[in-house]
Structure formats: structure tokens, C-alpha cells
């Protein structure tokens, strides 16, 4: 079983649509994270979360909300969705061994917003 | 502003070598990563580098340059398998990750 998990993998919606998109892992991190994924652009972070009571915003969080439910879940929400939040959507899960923390990806969420 | 800077796209011959450039200035640095994406799916996390130097593992290996803001990625042997888009990421002072758009690599027969 894979340890980030994603839900939908794709999703279509419409302009001013309320949309959810979920994630699990099974890793027992304590730290997550929502970015999307646009051509010719790289990884944008949107937010992260360091522990259940730790919420931040990233580089480009309007628009955008989350919501950390527990230690193994972390949702992020578009509350009226607009046709420029088409994109790849991943969520990534980090521990801190040392000096390194390396994050780990969930398989993406495509959508796509008419 | 932070920027990390890499060519968008390279190709290469199968059996060849190949050295993806990373360039970086960011607010601080606490480690510079790279990732391999195949097209559609997540990146998967291939190196780490905090100290100057060269890391070796396996077919793949990792150069650093702090004073240069440099890292390179070099690929051995290539195989086709490793066609894909290479990110090159640094942790900045805040610990967050910044990330280079990404380098595709086509791998010819």
C-alpha cells in the first residue's frame, strides 16, 4: 500500500464549485504540506503544517484553505474554485533525520476547473 | 527574491552520461535536493547534499558548491527508464523548500 495517499486522482468542476481534495499517509510524519504543479513552473508551496495544531501559509495560499484533522490527514479546500487553480495538485509528508528532512509525495490530483 | 535556476530540457544517448546544472539564490541554505518526476506521476526523492563535495550512489550522483551556489546532478550509464524531469529543490533559512521548475531528459536510442 502506498504511504501518501490522494483523493480524487482527478477531478472536474466548474467555476464557483466548492471542491475538497484529501490526503492520507501512513508514514507517521508529523509534517505536511499542499503544492501544486504547473507547465514550465515549478513546485508551489500553498500550505503546510508542522503538527495538528500548526497550520501556515505558503507562497500562493489565496484562494486556498486547509485543514489538518489529525496527525495522518490533511485536506486542502477551494472554497470557489476559478479556472486558474487548474493545475497538479500534491500533497508531501516529511520527517527530520539529523540535518535532513526529505519529503515524500502523494501521487497528485489533477484538476481541472471549467 | 529565490531562485533556482536548471535548463528546461536536455537529451542524451542510452549507455551515455549526462550532468543536469543547478544554479541557486535563496535567503540562506540548509540543503539542496534532488528529485526525479516521470511525466504524470510524483517526484521521488534521489539525492541530498548540505556539505561541498560530491555524493555517489549508485549510477547517480550529486555535487555541491556553497560558495558558488552550484549543485550538478550526473547520471552514468543511462537508460531509457531514466527519461523524466529532474528538480533540484534548496531548503532555505526558514526550512522551506524552493524549487527549480525542472529539467526534462529525453534519452535516445
Known amino acids: 500500500d502506498a504511504d501518501v495517499t490522494q483523493t480524487p486522482r482527478n477531478r472536474i468542476t466548474k467555476t464557483g464549485k466548492r471542491i475538497m481534495l484529501e490526503c492520507s499517509q501512513t508514514?507517521?510524519?508529523?509534517?505536511m504540506y499542499w503544492y501544486r504543479q504547473d507547465p514550465g513552473l515549478g513546485l508551489r508551496l500553498i500550505y503546510y503544517s508542522f503538527d495538528v495544531k500548526d497550520i501556515n501559509k505558503g507562497e500562493i495560499s489565496d484562494g486556498y484553505s486547509v485543514s489538518r484533522q489529525a496527525q495522518a490527514k490533511f485536506s486542502l479546500s477551494l472554497e470557489s474554485a476559478i479556472p486558474n487553480q487548474t493545475a497538479l495538485y500534491f500533497c508531501?509528508?516529511?520527517?527530520?533525520?539529523?540535518?535532513?528532512?526529505?519529503?515524500?509525495f502523494g501521487p497528485g490530483t489533477r484538476l481541472l476547473v471549467l | 527574491g529565490q531562485n533556482i535556476d536548471q535548463p528546461t530540457e536536455m537529451t542524451a544517448t542510452e549507455g551515455a552520461i549526462v550532468q543536469i546544472n543547478c544554479t541557486y539564490q535563496t535567503s540562506g541554505f540548509n540543503g539542496l535536493f534532488w528529485y526525479q518526476q516521470h511525466a504524470g506521476e510524483a517526484p521521488t526523492f534521489l539525492s541530498y547534499n548540505v556539505l561541498d563535495g560530491l555524493e555517489e550512489k549508485g549510477r547517480f550522483s550529486s555535487f555541491l558548491s556553497r560558495s558558488k551556489g552550484y549543485s550538478y546532478l550526473l547520471l552514468k550509464e543511462l537508460q531509457m527508464k531514466d527519461s523524466a524531469s529532474y528538480l533540484c529543490a534548496v531548503m532555505d533559512s526558514n526550512y522551506q523548500l524552493i524549487w527549480g521548475a525542472g529539467t526534462k531528459l529525453i534519452i535516445k536510442p
Open positions: 508514514k507517521g510524519h508529523d509534517r
Open positions: 508531501a509528508t516529511s520527517d527530520l533525520q539529523g540535518d535532513q528532512e526529505t519529503q515524500y
